[in-house]
């Protein structure tokens, strides 16, 4: 240590690889972490144990639609379908979503969004939380066919923004609806979520299912670029909830052979299976850690050919000091262990650093790569629709340690191999 510390700067130097290799394992392997528990919460939120399926405008009726200029597309899933599914899949809850109305408007505001008809059970089955305050549909807004409304977190932000929206009205198309409640922010707006059902979730309204088909009917009129155009649509979305994630694929697969019967292609009806995804999700972050881990290792590499080229410029400056020490009846073994305990503390040292590095990196570049991004002038995370997270895990410090210590032990052997091999009086005679 007294060597190392007379010549502290080089010291400093030679072990800079392994500091930086350790850090840059330890923050790579932190920021893939996070994005994949990002992406798990993301995904977890839809429902681990739940199977969406949703109808799809197929490929063809949309060709067909631009080239008319009034056109009513007719598909995905029906009442038939539902009674089938509520009929021979095992499952008690077995959720029908009605998309109605595209434009929701309050005074002078409006916004193009999605209302669904719903029933109450939704929001144990999607995990839906309400503000408080506020309620989710029930059982007595279906028997009235209140025209009752749960607006999503965004279209609170744009409609009352300084007011309590409980209370207030809005208008769906042209029907006007009651808030009762207000949907806590599903965490998924541009993220996962968002692309797997297609939509800004929160930006969705919920009203009683029975609302939907009396106030809107199963015809969805739409104008755009200067063509109308309709979508008959009787059930948009069908969350159904099996009794365990063990048994979630072989009910998707299922609940596929039952709709082919009314849709022999499936060309107008998409399952979505969370756990699939999570599963994927799981798979795919695995091999980019894999991946991250093997980059950031050749700073590693590089670090202990640092540690091995010092150590022999070493070895040639303290040929004298091996000579005396081999005079007074040191063995080689004794040299050669000498200069191993040196590349180890040197690369332990490294190690450690580097680990204090790489957590304070991993710790801060939550809050500051925002700021580091608008330095730059690059675009800020809110314009890409990109959250960076981070999660620090014991394994990486652990491994990147270990490794960084038995870099400098590898890389030491060669030089501590040749300086044990000097001869006593050659080296005695060295100026």
């Known amino acids: 240590m007294k060597s190392l ?77 539902l009674r089938r599914l509520e009929e021979f899949v095992d499952s008690d809850t077995i959720i029908p979503l009605k998309a109605v109305g595209s434009e929701i408007s309050k005074g002078a505001s409006r916004t193009t969004s999605q209302t669904f ?80 059902v297609g939509r800004v979730l929160n930006k969705d309204i919920h009203i009683p299912l029975t609302t939907a088909r009396l ?53 107008d009806i998409e399952i979505i299976v969370p756990w699939e995804l999570l599963e994927n999700v799981r798979r795919t972050t695995a091999t980019m850690n894999i991946l991250l881990t093997a980059i950031a ?3 590693l590499l590089v670090g202990g050919i ?34 191993l305990i040196e590349t180890g503390s040197l690369s332990c040292a490294g190690g450690l650093l580097g680990i204090f590095l790489g957590v304070g990196i991993s710790i801060g570049l939550e809050d500051f790569f925002p700021y580091i991004m608008e330095l730059f002038g690059w675009l800020s995370m809110d314009e890409v629709g990109v959250k960076l997270e981070t999660q620090i895990t014991m394994w990486s410090i652990i491994v990147s340690f270990l490794v960084a210590a038995g870099t400098g032990l590898i890389f030491g052997i060669y030089p501590a191999i040749l300086a044990s091999k000097q001869d006593p009086i050659v080296a005695l005679r060295h100026d």
Do not use: C, W
């Open 5 to 81: 510390r007379l010549h502290a700067l080089r010291s400093v130097l030679t072990s800079l690889g392994i500091v930086l290799g350790v850090a840059s394992v330890i923050v790579m392997v932190s920021i893939g972490e996070g994005n994949k528990q990002s992406a798990l919460r993301s995904i977890q939120s839809l429902g681990a144990t739940n199977i969406i399926v949703r109808s799809e405008r197929p490929p063809e009726s949309q060709q067909l639609g631009s080239e008319s200029r009034s056109f009513v597309a007719s598909f995905g899933m029906t009442r038939v379908d």
């Open 117 to 196: 008809g719903t029933v109450p059970m939704l929001q144990k089955a999607a995990n839906l939380r309400i503000q408080p305050g506020g309620r989710y549909l029930v059982e007595e807004d279906l028997k009235r066919r209140a025209p009752v409304a749960v607006i999503g977190s965004e279209i609170e932000k744009l409609f009352f923004p300084l007011e309590d929206p409980v209370g207030q009205q809005i208008r769906i198309d042209s029907r006007v609806f009651t808030v009762v409640g207000v949907l806590k922010p599903v965490g998924l707006a541009g993220g996962t979520g968002s692309a797997l």
């Open 215 to 267: 106030e809107f009917g199963d015809l969805v009129f739409r104008r755009q670029s200067g063509s109308f155009s309709g979508e008959e649509v009787e059930i948009s979305e069908i969350y159904i909830t099996a009794p365990s994630t063990d048994e979630v694929v072989s009910m998707a697969e299922h609940i596929r052979a039952i709709l082919k019967v009314g849709h022999p292609k499936m060309s």
């Open 297 to 299: 290792a050749i700073s």
């Open 306 to 339: 640092g540690i091995m080229n010092i150590m022999l410029a070493t070895v040639v400056e303290r040929t004298r000091e091996i000579g005396i020490r081999r005079a007074v009846g040191a063995s080689r073994s004794d040299i050669a262990t000498q200069f």
